[in-house]
């Protein structure tokens, strides 16, 4: 493993981690790449670019090295609270597996208690632990659904995702502000309209 420190930091040191020999071996590929398409590699502009490459996908992707459950039962705690908790505008920054190009937005998630609850902040982890992959919209919602459900064995589960595509905006059909919403429920949110609903109204409202 090999380090890079943001030296402007003071204070604080951001590291981000690389696998040395995938990054060459990344960094390669995009060298051709780069030659496929037409330009000089050797030009002083792109000289770095297919490890600055390589390094940006490593990181886009790193969600595969993460155990999403794992980090929800980091932080479980026995409680018998049993009322909605909701998690709102969580970011989102994910790439879509036909072309490899981002898309973001936010997802809003629930969970109804059932003898247990989950520390907030692991929440937005396990959303981004699935969203660092190649993904569609459809399955990171189920996954992040069935991830909450499994682990938390919760009363019920809601997930709603709402993103932008950059392989609808930047090409093809260029519909610039579209946005695609996903969801997926589990337990009461299945069952019971009401619960939904104050779901659905919750998400919507504006409170801070
Ligand atoms: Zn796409």
Redesign the pocket.
């Known amino acids: 493993m090999h380090h890079d420190h943001d030296e402007e930091a003071v204070g604080y040191a951001k590291i981000d981690q690389y696998n040395v020999q995938r990054v060459a071996n990344i960094a390669d590929h995009y060298t051709d790449i780069l030659k496929q398409l037409g330009e000089n590699p050797h030009r002083e502009g792109l000289l770095k670019t297919p490890e600055r490459v390589a390094k940006a996908l490593q990181f886009l992707t790193h969600g595969y090295e993460l155990k999403p459950d794992e980090i929800l039962k980091s932080a479980m705690f026995k409680e018998n609270y049993s009322q909605m908790v909701i998690v709102k505008d969580i970011e989102v920054y994910s790439m ?6 981002p ?1 973001f937005g936010k997802a809003h998630v629930a969970y109804i208690p059932n003898g247990y609850i989950v520390g907030l902040s692991k929440i937005p982890k396990v959303v981004d632990a699935f969203a660092r992959r190649l993904q ?1 919209q459809e399955r990171l919602t189920d996954e992040i659904r069935d991830c909450l459900q499994d682990t938390l064995h919760a009363a019920g589960v809601a997930v709603v995702i709402e993103c932008k ?4 905006s930047m090409r093809g059909v260029q519909k610039q502000n579209s946005v695609t919403t996903t969801s997926a429920f589990t337990g009461e949110f299945l069952k019971n309209d009401i619960t939904r609903s104050e779901f659905l109204r919750l998400i919507a409202t504006q409170l801070h």
Do not use: D, R, Y
């Open positions: 879509c597996e036909h072309h490899m190009l898309f569609v595509h950059m392989c609808m």
